[in-house]
Structure formats: C-alpha cells, structure tokens
C-alpha cells in the first residue's frame, strides 16, 4: 500500500528540485495537501489508489462551506490534482482520478471606471507649460484611446497621424498592433504639446523618436506616467490611495465602459483594446449593466 502521506512527500520532493518553485509556494502547497492528507484519514482512507473522484470534490466542499476564500481553495485543488497527476504519471496510481475535479470559478473584479465628470476633473488639472502640455497630451491620449501605459509611453511620432482623420497606431501584446481614432479633445491637446512642449523637452535630450518625453528630453518611463496620473488625480480630488484608487488602468476601463454605456458594440471595443479574445473585453458589459441598474432604480416610478 501507497500511503497518502508518501505521495505527498515525493511530490513536494519533486516540486522543489525538478520544478524550483518558491518557499513560500511551497510551504502553500505543503499546508494545502497536509490538510487533504488529514481529510482523506478521517474519512479512513490512508491508501491514494483508493481515493475516487467523489472524495475530491467533497474536500473541494468542505473547504467552501468552512468559509475558504475562492482563490485560496483554487489554489488547493490545484495542490490536490497536481498531486494526482504526478501519483499517475509516475505509475504510482493506475489512474488520475482528479483529472475532472476543478478548481471554483474566481470572481471577477469589475474594472474601476470613472464617470465622465471625474474624468473631465482629471483631464483639466494639467498647466500651460511644457510639461504641463506634455501631462494633459498623455491623459488625453490614454483616455482617447484606450492605450496601456506601456503602449502610451512605447509611442513615437511616425505612430501619430494628427491630419484628416487623426489616428495612432498602438503596439500592444504580443507585438500585435492596432490602428485606433484619435479624438478631438486628444488631437488638439497632442497638437499643443509637439508644438509648444515637446521641442522644449526635446532641447535637453539627445533626440528619441517617442512622443512623450521626460524633463531631461528622455523617452517618459511607465514609473513617470504613473505618477502623472497619481499627481493629478490628487489634484482632481480623485482616491489615490486605497482599492479605489485611481491607477494606470483606470483610463482605459473608464474608456471601455463610456464607449459601451454610448452604445459600441462589444467586438469593436474588442478591436479597440486590442484584446486578443472578445470574452477579455466582456467583463466591461457587466460594469454596464450595473450603470443601467443604477439609473433604472433612480428613473424607473415602480423601481423601488
């Protein structure tokens, strides 16, 4: 007989020296399967080919009902097929009896959007001087766009096309890239900055081709665009610290929803982000449906 608490050692075993996975992932996965181990012998079994499919998902159930966090009992099934999975492939157990047993689904975490006046708030805090320019041409082109940070700080000048139908191109995941509108708002507040801005930052570097520049003529790092946004969401009265803080992602969530709350259909908003998935960009459609909850209860004379 192949006592559970074996296997359990000869899988930690193999994790640490063929995986090099981290202490503390380690010590997780020790408690997670000490905890099966002592499941599986108060139900009177001590030998792991008699563990059957049923025990698993009862110890999945147990682990719910005593009130273990989503993730943390994802994480203990995880410990708990893996387990399984090495017993089988290392011929210990005939089968891999876990192989059907999964983890519960997570949450999601809705984006944090602002609403438009916030946003209006935090894109008129930027001054009149060069970096002034260069803060409220940045805000603007995130919140225009919808770009990640990286992809707003990763931008040049020959991705910018400011003329008839004003555009840029984003160079997002994966080296994928896309080409996306630039609105009025963005256009006139990057037109401001490359002639009034730009070429005084310019004058202290030695020449990048990216549109956003630092004071010392630099490409602007993502750590200096966050603080940007920090700065002036502090000054727009916005939540800075906490979990509704306003982060480098807000801009592109509060993009998403706005578009979707006016009316987009979600593959182009897909199109727009540069989600790889249309299901990535739905999560968006459950922060709308929420605002439709919130205007239907104040608007609706049999809401309440």
Do not use: C
């Not at 089988?88 to 009896?97: K, P, Q, Y």
């Not at 979600?266 to 205007?295: C, F, K, N, P, W």
């Amino acid at each position: 007989m192949l006592t559970v608490q074996r296997v359990v050692t000869a899988y930690l075993d193999h994790l640490t020296v063929e995986r090099g996975l981290s202490r503390n992932t380690l010590m997780s996965y020790r408690r997670d399967l000490e905890r099966y181990a002592r499941a599986l012998a108060e139900d009177g079994i001590d030998d792991l080919a008699s563990v059957g499919a049923g025990q698993i998902a009862g110890h999945l159930a147990t682990l719910r009902a005593e009130g273990l966090a989503a993730s943390s009992a994802a994480r203990a099934v995880s410990a708990v097929r893996g387990l399984h999975r090495f017993a089988a492939r290392e011929g210990l157990v005939t089968a891999d009896v876990a192989a059907e047993v999964r983890p519960p689904a997570l949450a999601q975490r809705l984006p944090k959007a602002l609403d438009v006046d916030q946003v209006t708030r935090l894109l008129d805090v930027p001054t009149d001087t060069p970096l002034g320019l260069r803060d409220k041409a940045l805000l603007e082109f995130l919140y225009g766009t919808g770009a990640r940070i990286s992809e707003a700080v990763g931008a040049a000048i020959d991705d910018l096309d400011l003329d008839d139908e004003p555009a840029a191109i984003l160079h997002g995941k994966g080296g994928r890239t896309r080409l996306v509108p630039v609105g009025g708002y963005a256009k006139a507040a990057l037109g401001a900055y490359l002639v009034r801005g730009r070429p005084t930052l310019a004058a202290n570097g030695r020449g990048t081709p990216a549109v956003f520049l630092n004071a010392r003529g630099g490409q602007l790092s993502r750590q200096s665009a966050w603080t940007i946004l920090h700065r002036a969401a502090a000054a727009a009265g916005l939540p800075v610290e906490g979990p509704h803080a306003v982060s480098p992602h807000t801009l592109r969530h509060s993009y998403a929803t706005h578009l979707l709350d006016g009316g987009a259909d979600v593959r182009v908003v897909q199109e727009l982000l540069g989600h790889a998935s249309v299901t990535t960009t739905q999560i968006y459609t459950l922060v709308t449906v929420d605002r439709l909850r919130e205007i239907y209860a104040t608007a609706h004379p049999r809401a309440r």
